[in-house]
């Protein structure tokens, strides 16, 4: 009798932990096992978001298009490649509306994998120029950023600045500063070279960045530019927003290091400036499509477009937008003229071929 | 016939839920490995050429390293705490506990921000006193810095182990060898470290399951590792089989060090020989050897939790009123709510497997109490992606169910709390375990039998006896499990449900977005919480009868 009654006690708790667990969940607001008729009433108004990213702006942003529109904007912040499988796991089951990343590569994966479908917008293609979205328009760029070399005004005179592959010139040996190839930045950069140069080219260009590495890569993006100023090296390659947000910080010695550098964008006679995009597309098993699309919308509206671009210091892709102040100090620059979409196309020969020429 | 009589001797709702549970477990690892016999690919080759010589060798520098200073510093420690009285004696015998309430992940943040370029030291080195400094010196992203972070988060493993072993167990050893006039040195080597082998082995294997499984602080060094590779294979390149093929090797590298944690631990077993047992007595120290002792204990101390702390302060001071709001406390309760709840169900379910496997002297429970380590010794980010598989194909099995209903088909285990939950079981069952089967250990069946014999049912027994007697064990599993689940990340990453995060999530988006100063609010506390758990786990520890 007592052993009986223990099985059922333990079973009794596992589900009582269960039931807690999923009460927990509701009051989350994230709800799918409510009675039907809450369903109806949420489905309505809400949007699923998987997102990569996590400033803080986002959800600000969020936030203001739930008041105006009623619609409720649900979150899953993860990072790219995993949310991109949980996608593709979930399969025509998922939840999720809408794939929001920071790597133009990645959003085509998505795509490749078969994870987003067509959205047929004219708000969106009128807001957003033709090379930042998808030739399906499966994704959307929101936002975009420059991949630039930064360098010491002190030490380097902006003459003896041109171009990425001049970069791999014996006169730079030591003086690089660069992350790592498991950076997705890193690897979209040489995907583009991959496109506009040819994957022997490509191989060339990160065997002599390689070569000319002023140490073995490590940390982000900001700590390239600390290197400089640190002596370490020279030059460092580096994304636009984070020598922003350096100029910005709120640690007077990242803002005293950001200072003495300027902002070079290479490639300017020839084949323009790496840029990348934030963006975003409709899932191919999107439940609340109507919705998404209107959030892709307003995220790509000119007065959205101002606040979300200025936050973290990014360009915006609406060009009915001035950039903020400080991107227009930096001046205009030729772009890559490159539709996004081959980013992720060469990604997998860009991995590739860093690994092949043992960029750490 | 005799098998299945055997099994049915063995038989009683104790070895039902085992079974239950075991097989739950065990699940989502089968769902992952059965691909690990698929043949090679094209990555695979790619990956064998130019990057498995290199993640061999770095995870294994890595592990090695990590486990001797871990040794060398958690066994001094244990063995100076426990026979010398110094200042702060009190102090000391736990905050040399505290720095695992520091996730390495979070250590590492915290020190590459103190050493940098902008870091507190170097900054006042030369705004102060005009001197610029060669960066070499400050440079931490590297394979010694990663050892050194894990050193010094993770020691506290062996130390407490080796501690609790020596306080406990070995008084008569030593006092015997002092007596018969052998100095401290000959002591801890002809004594202390032969006896305190088996605990020694115990704690260093816990750091070195740690340092393999480790994600945070290797991608953060831009180290590539087995883990870091495992995460590029399966969601960098998209081939779940080189990944799964890399986790199977981690797998294989792993289960070679358990063994051979058995062979070393060989069969020596000390345990009580009389239901007495003294506590070691800690001797007054005098002279520049207190000094000496008294300034490790302050080192390692200000080096493995002090320094960084103060750090995270000033961070906090720094950004506390951008971070802090109400959606903030919503991240304290999640995580602490899921902390718990998953601690709660491994305890019981630690319970059931641990008291069965003793019991029954059959095969049968010892299969279980393996099965309950596999967990730990397989990568976070694989166990999310098992589980994942598993809870979705659940889903799918009750679409036909909704349908039936007259609802639209759609997933309702896998978005929820309790996959999570769920993983976490997975992954630290083994933690509880083994505390509660230390627990069990201690006390041997003796009682148990004693019980049984006067008449009381295993079931009875368990409740009136066995669970009294390892209170202790069950408190200190307790908090070990929760401080591990509240430190968790990459398998919450990858599982959690919609507007679910916890601190440890959060910490991990501020500080891959480069701003490790919005990061420290939430790593504060996490550290707090976890710090006050192990404060706890030492009054109980204390407390146990000895």
């Known amino acids: 009798m007592f052993k009986k009654n223990i099985f059922t006690a333990v079973v009794m708790v596992l589900l009582a932990a269960l039931v807690l667990a999923g009460c927990g969940k509701s009051n989350e607001g994230a709800s799918s096992s409510d009675n039907d008729a809450k369903k109806e009433e949420k489905k309505s108004g809400e949007v699923n978001l998987y997102t990569s990213r996590h400033y803080d702006v986002d959800d600000k942003i969020f936030a203001d298009f739930t008041k105006e529109t009623g619609i409720k904007v649900n979150l899953i912040k993860g990072e790219e490649d995993e949310l991109i499988e949980r996608l593709s796991r979930e399969g025509k089951a998922t939840k999720g509306d809408l794939f929001f990343t920071s790597d133009a590569g990645r959003l085509h994966w998505a795509k490749d994998k078969d994870l987003l479908q067509s959205v047929e917008s004219d708000t969106l293609n009128n807001n957003i120029p033709e090379n930042l979205r998808d030739k399906d328009n499966q994704w959307f760029g929101l936002t975009k950023r420059a991949r630039v070399i930064v360098f010491d005004k002190k030490k380097v005179d902006e003459s003896e600045l041109s171009t990425y592959e001049a970069l791999t010139e014996d006169k730079w040996k030591g003086k690089v500063l660069i992350r790592s190839s498991e950076n997705i930045y890193n690897q979209s950069l040489v995907s583009s070279f991959v496109s506009l140069n040819g994957k022997d080219e490509a191989k060339k260009w990160a065997e002599g960045i390689v070569n000319n590495m002023a140490r073995d890569p490590q940390g982000g993006d900001r700590d390239q530019a600390k290197g400089i100023v640190a002596g370490e090296g020279d030059v460092a390659i580096m994304n636009s927003y984070y020598f922003g947000q350096m100029l910005n910080s709120e640690d007077p010695e990242e803002v005293k290091v950001a200072k003495q550098l300027s902002v070079f964008f290479p490639n300017q006679e020839t084949t323009g400036t790496h840029i990348n995009i934030s963006g975003i597309g409709v899932t191919k098993h999107a439940k609340n499509k109507e919705n998404a699309i209107k959030l892709m919308e307003y995220l790509s509206s000119p007065e959205v477009q101002k606040v979300f671009a200025e936050a973290n210091y990014e360009y915006p892709v609406n060009k009915e937008v001035e950039p903020s102040e400080l991107l227009r100090s930096w001046g205009k620059f030729k772009e890559q003229d490159l539709n996004l979409s081959e980013l992720g196309e060469n990604n997998a020969d860009a991995v590739k071929i860093m690994n092949e020429v043992s960029w750490k | ?546």
């Open chain 2, 1 to 546: 016939m005799y098998l299945i009589r055997k099994i049915r001797s063995q038989f009683n709702s104790w070895a039902l839920l085992s079974v239950i549970f075991s097989i739950l477990i065990l699940l989502p690892a089968l769902l992952i490995m059965v691909q690990l016999f698929a043949g090679s690919n094209e990555n695979w080759e790619h990956i064998k050429e130019f990057m498995l010589k290199n993640y061999i060798v770095n995870s294994v520098t890595l592990v090695s390293f990590t486990g001797l200073f871990t040794v060398l510093i958690g066994v001094s420690a244990a063995w100076l705490i426990s026979a010398y009285k110094v200042p702060m004696h009190r102090f000391f015998k736990w905050g040399l506990i505290l720095p695992l309430a520091i996730p390495p992940y979070i250590g590492a943040y915290t020190y590459h921000g103190i050493l940098n370029y902008t870091g507190v030291i170097q900054t006042t080195l030369r705004n102060q006193f005009g001197i610029k400094v060669d960066q070499k010196f400050f440079d931490i992203m590297n394979i010694p810095g990663a050892v050194f972070i894990f050193t010094m988060f993770l020691y506290p493993y062996v130390y407490i182990i080796t501690r609790s072993f020596l306080e406990n167990q070995s008084s008569s050893l030593i006092e015997n060898a002092r007596l018969l006039g052998k100095g401290s040195f000959m002591t801890f080597t002809q004594v202390v470290l032969p006896v305190s082998r088996a605990a020694i082995v115990g704690g260093v294997s816990l750091v070195i399951l740690e340092v393999f499984n480790d994600y945070g602080v290797v991608k953060y060094f831009g180290i590539q590792t087995f883990s870091t590779a495992i995460f590029q294979a399966w969601f960098g390149m998209g081939d779940i089989y080189s990944a799964i093929k890399l986790a199977g090797t981690l797998m294989l590298i792993v289960v070679l060090i358990l063994i051979l944690e058995k062979v070393i631990r060989g069969r020596k077993q000390y345990s009580y020989s009389t239901s007495k047992v003294r506590p070691l007595q800690p001797k007054e120290l005098k002279g520049w050897k207190k000094f000496a002792v008294l300034s490790f204990f302050i080192s390692l101390f200000a080096l493995a939790f002090g320094i960084p702390f103060i750090q995270l302060i000033h961070w906090v001071y720094m950004t506390y009123d951008v971070i802090l709001n109400t959606a903030f406390v919503d991240l304290i309760w999640n995580s602490i709510f899921v902390a718990a709840i998953g601690s709660v169900i491994i305890i019981i379910v630690a319970l059931i497997i641990a008291n069965f496997s003793r019991l029954s002297k059959g095969w049968m429970g010892k299969l279980f109490s393996k099965i309950t380590v596999l967990g730990y010794s397989i990568p976070g980010a694989v166990i999310a992606i098992g589980v994942l598989t598993l809870f979705l194909s659940l889903d799918e099995k009750v679409f036909t169910v909704y349908e039936w209903l007259g609802l639209e088909p759609t997933l309702v285990l896998s978005l929820s709390i309790s996959m999570l939950i769920f993983a976490y079981v997975v992954r630290f069952l083994a933690v509880g375990f083994n505390s509660i089967e230390s627990g069990f250990d201690k006390v041997g069946t003796v009682f148990t039998e004693a019980s049984r014999t006067l008449g009381m049912s295993v079931t009875k027994t368990f409740f009136k006896v066995d669970i009294k007697m390892i209170k202790g064990a069950i408190a200190g599993g307790f908090i070990l499990v929760f401080v591990d689940i509240l430190k968790e990340l990459p398998l919450t990453l990858i599982l959690q449900p919609f507007n679910f995060y916890t601190l440890a999530t959060k910490t991990f988006q501020y500080a891959s977005d480069e701003r490790i100063h919005e990061a420290s609010v939430s790593s504060m506390v996490i550290i707090c919480i976890s710090a006050l758990s192990i404060f706890f786990l030492h009054r109980v520890l204390e407390k146990e009868p000895k």
